[in-house]
């Protein structure tokens, strides 16, 4: 199908059908919220700790011995995350250990990545 094939050419706006999806249509914060969240998970290495988290509780030490990468880069990433509420942390001791925030984003990375390897098959 090529681009003129796709545009619509008409002069009538269906007015009944705009107003309902003006009405739908979330508020501009909350929006501009869900592309921050978006965002946060744009990196890979970010994708990569959520992926570590999805069932593991780990410190930054642990994180970066799997990722193959330094504790300060590592823990930038962690920083980013716990500011956009994506991941937690507890003290144990010495050791602050890292997990998934909330049930809702594990859905939400889980549901990511079968979508990926449906699409891959």
Request: charged residues 35%.
């Amino acid at each position: 199908m090529g681009k003129k094939e796709m545009m619509c050419d008409c002069e009538v706006i269906h007015e009944d059908i705009v107003e309902k999806a003006k009405r739908d249509m979330a508020n501009e914060d909350i929006l501009l919220n869900i592309a921050d969240f978006y965002k946060a998970l744009s990196d890979s290495t970010r994708i990569k700790i959520i992926n570590l988290l999805d069932g593991h509780e780990l410190c930054v030490c642990d994180i970066s011995v799997v990722l193959n990468m330094t504790k300060s880069a590592v823990s930038h990433q962690l920083k980013n995350l716990r500011e956009m509420h994506l991941i937690k942390c507890r003290r144990d001791g010495k050791e602050i250990l890292y997990s998934l925030a909330d049930n809702h984003v594990k859905e939400v990375f889980e549901i990511s990545m079968e979508h990926i390897l449906e699409k891959i098959k």
